[in-house]
């Protein structure tokens, strides 16, 4: 059993007592970490000074918490992870989530996640934010999933629901937040996130395969922390930037076709194939950081205190 009370021991040493009961909980997906310059009275944590966590060795991954307030008025204490884990850098999946686990610790009730993703949904335009309701996650359907094993709290459900993982509450407040903001309607979208374990992008195969089961958005992350807090008991918001279009041509394009009518002399409309970078994805997440920052922020200031305090739906 993770034994956490080194890690706590540690952030009441380093972190200042008006920072050190955070309310709001937030993961910086890719290329996401900005979302940090929105913060006051910044207090950064490197998580090499901290017992019980990993590094992220990805790149537009930091790895460090920051600390701070976040919002208007006076400012809602926040922690975020400047950097997640993953389970393809080789981490094991109670250290992916075990940050998610200190924040609870620490009295975190709403956890915002973000990340960086494909569209399987040719209707998502890039750099569209799709507030998540729902996910398919087949490594947790063939054993690959954060809460197996034993129980790490018996105060906790053995066997946790998930028809309610995705706050409505939350999710309702990202439109309300969009409105007040006068941000236009179709920046938003509505979407089921398919988890995968990478490193690897999909074959076209496989993104069709994930868009017939349901899927409008694919990524490498978020499913296990989702899973840790839902299991502390945290509402839980996930907002995916789509950086990039899943590449799933429905129609198949025959290389025999192609060599034949070059080879009669007629004229072949030659296909290059489409790859996806880490590079595009981080350029995207550049180019709308700024947006999901202002949502986050303003999603923060509309969470009402009281509801934040107690568990809803
Ligand atoms: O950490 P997130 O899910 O935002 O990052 C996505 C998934 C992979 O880590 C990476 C692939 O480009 O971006």
Redesign the pocket.
Known sequence: MADFSATLQVLKELVPPALQNPRVGIIC??GLSGLAATLRQTVLVPYDRLPGFVQST?PGHKSSLAFGLMGSGGGVPVIAMLG?F?PYEGHRLSSVVFPVRVMAKMGVNDIIIT??AGALNPELAVGTIVVVHDHIALPNLTGMNPLLGPQTNLSLPRFLPLSDAYSRLLRKLVFRAAHDLSIKRDALAEGTYAWVS?PTYETPAEGRFLRAAGADVV????VPEVLAAREEGMNVLVLSLVTNAVVIPMDYRSVRDEFEAENTGMSATSVVDEVVS?EE?LALGKLKGDLMKTIVEKVIDLIPSDVSMSVQN
Request: charged share 5%; glycine share 22%.
């Open positions: 997906g890719s990805v997640r993953h990340n960086a990478g990524g490498m992350s978020t880490h994805v």
